[in-house]
């Protein structure tokens, strides 16, 4: 029996999937064999979703503890990289809790809401020539979409918890998410603008000089925002330890703790595919047609090192800090980004609105003008509201002392 | 066809019991999930139809921003766990459900639903793709516009549309929100007198 996926199919364009279908289909029914690869699609972006957030974790944690002179976990396997392994087993055999006053059927959805969007925002990410998944001509807006859930996430997690420190994590959480949507999507409408598309492909066609380069103001917001977004230190406010103890998983064990932490460090991951997707020219590079997937793996070792080097190095905000820079520094920024891409994009296109490259290098030499003197005004102006609202006396304050 | 059934049956399903649940569960914070799970399954349903636009916008406005309203709003409200005390407006809230029902299943059963001949389908999904994406002349060349229509093509994105055509709607819609971004800043907005909000 042949199968063959008709030419309208929108997984038609997925070699991957069209490869799984026709060995399936020799055997199987053609109905059954669609199934049969959609499942080994899902398990293979949910495996290589967890697996890399378990290295992940190990990575990070060996690179925080160089960087805090420390040496990490170094103890099973070759450099303790089988330290995520031991941990997995280690929350498996514990006790999975529920407090008694909890929402019961709430709590235990939040660990699979809190993965989920993760798993799917992989899906229309490129890793190499035509490998995305689906080729989403809204691919943009999906990922948008698909992160907004996290926010519901984590307010299920905050309310069902039946506990005041998880429902002032998760009401930081989602003021912070709220906040920090507005910058990120600003600073993505001048990627849009750039490429003339919304999918994922044609944006990293669409980079003959990467994004980054172009749109360097953008690409700190993003940066920021998405930082931000992903409850990280310095933005970690939902989670702080020395403040509300964990914030909205402090009830969470077991298993269902192993999962948001998956979640958390997984997030890490598609943050930087995405942004590399989008800024540094995604899988393209020196011998892209083949060799595509490292570049993609490469730069977005890059990235997570980036955040990981930001987590390790920055004092946390407070929760007014945080907000004022947001509203006050992010957005403005993003703001006088999308004014200049698009009065650049309308002097500079030809007449069938399109742009080259010699166009791309003028807008990066003009865009890396205003982003220098945009930080600069901009740095300046945030230190004044951002002042400790008591008297400093000269004695250096904790993040905890501040307010 | 036999999988699109299938897929269909599941999101009606799951959006019926979902708005049943929104209605009759008495914990107000279920009821507001419940009510996700009802913005999800029409955005399935929007999926199903290939209109991908629609379904994003789905979720990112009603899960991702008024799902979330409704529960910083029912963390306000008195009594969550069991609900709102029920009053007198029963019977007239009644009455008037059924008659917006039967007004929309008559709008619904009365309506001629045209369905678009096959060489204008081609056509509506090019249109609908330059909704998104700036379409150049190869393209649609390759798809077998002729020239003349191409630039009726191309100008007929939702974008073009919102600025030529629907541009009164749009702007009366950016008054109504500034009007109710600067009311909210004014109710929230500490009384000078008193100093308290």
Same mark, same amino acid.
């Given at each position: ?48 979703? /967890? ?34 392994? *031991?941990? /997995? ?12 006053? *909890? ?194 793996? /490469?730069?977005?070792?890059?990235? *997570? ?99 | 066809?036999? %999988? ?34 009802? %913005? ?99 393209v649609l060349d390759d798809a077998g516009v002729s020239p003349e229509d191409q630039t009726e093509v191309q100008e007929s994105g939702l974008a073009d549309l919102l600025i030529s055509d629907y541009v009164l709607p749009f702007e009366a819609v950016s008054v109504l929100l500034l009007a109710a971004l600067i009311g909210a800043l004014v109710l929230v907005r500490p009384n000078p007198g008193t100093g308290r909000g």
């Open positions: 029996m042949n199968c063959v996926l008709g030419a309208d199919n929108i997984l038609n364009d997925t070699v991957l999937y069209r490869v799984i279908y026709e060995a399936v289909g020799h055997v199987l029914p053609c109905g059954v064999s669609y199934v049969v690869a959609g499942l080994a699609m899902m398990l293979i972006l949910a495996n290589g979703v /967890l697996l890399g957030a378990g290295l992940f974790s190990w990575v990070e944690r060996r690179l925080i503890g160089r960087f805090h002179n420390r040496i990490g976990p170094n103890r099973w396997g070759p450099f303790g990289m089988l330290q995520p392994l *031991a941990d /997995l087993v280690k929350l498996l055999t514990k006790e999975d809790l529920t407090p008694r006053g *909890a929402d019961r059927i709430v709590f235990a959805i939040v660990p699979v809401a809190m993965v989920a969007p993760v798993i799917l925002m992989m899906a229309v990410v490129p890793f190499a020539k035509d490998t995305a998944l689906v080729n989403l001509n809204v691919g943009i807006l999906y990922i948008l979409a698909v992160t907004s859930i996290t926010s519901i996430a984590i307010f299920m997690a905050g309310w069902s918890s039946d506990n005041r420190y998880a429902m002032f994590g998760a009401s930081r959480g989602v003021a912070v998410l709220i906040s920090y949507e507005v910058p990120v999507v600003m600073s993505l409408l001048g990627v849009v603008i750039l490429a003339g598309s919304m999918s994922l492909d044609d944006v990293v066609s669409a980079q003959a000089v990467p994004f980054f380069l172009v749109q360097p103001l953008a690409f700190f917001v993003f940066l920021a925002g998405t930082s931000a977004e992903l409850n990280r230190t310095p933005f970690d406010v939902a989670e702080a330890e020395s403040e509300i103890i964990a914030g909205y998983h402090i009830e969470y064990s077991g298993v269902k703790f192993a999962l948001i932490q998956a979640a958390e460090f997984g997030a890490v991951l598609t943050a930087s595919a995405v942004m590399v997707t989008l800024f540094l020219g995604g899988w393209s590079g020196p011998f892209a047609s083949y060799l595509g997937w490292a570049w993609f793996l /490469l730069k977005i070792g890059v990235l *997570a090192f980036v955040f990981s080097w930001v987590r390790a190095t920055f004092p946390r905000l407070r929760i007014d800090q945080l907000l004022a820079f947001a509203w006050k520094f992010l957005l403005p920024l993003s703001i006088i980004n999308l004014f200049a891409t698009a009065l650049e994009v309308y002097f500079l296109r030809d007449a069938a609105g399109t742009l080259d490259t010699t166009d791309l290098w003028i807008m990066a030499g003009i865009n890396f003008g205003v982003a220098f003197a945009c930080l600069l005004i901009f740095g300046t102006l945030i230190k004044e509201k951002v002042r400790p609202a008591g008297p400093v006396t000269g004695a250096i304050l904790s993040p905890g002392e501040a307010d | 066809m036999l %999988f699109q059934d299938i897929v269909f049956w599941i999101l009606a399903v799951m959006a019926i019991v979902g708005a049943l649940g929104v209605v009759l569960v008495p914990n107000l914070f279920r009821a507001a999930l419940l009510l996700i799970v009802v %913005f999800v399954s029409v955005a399935g349903m929007f999926i199903l139809l290939s209109a991908e636009f629609l379904a994003v916008v789905q979720i990112l406005i009603y899960v991702g921003a008024i799902a979330i309203l409704i529960i910083f709003a029912i963390m306000l409200t008195r009594d969550v766990q069991h609900g709102n005390l029920p009053n007198r407006m029963q019977i007239p809230a009644a009455v008037f459900a059924a008659l917006l029902l039967t007004a929309l299943v008559a709008v619904a059963v009365d309506t001629k639903w045209e369905f678009l001949p096959a060489d204008q389908q081609d056509r509506a999904e090019l249109i609908q793709v330059n909704a998104l994406t700036t379409l150049t002349g190869e």
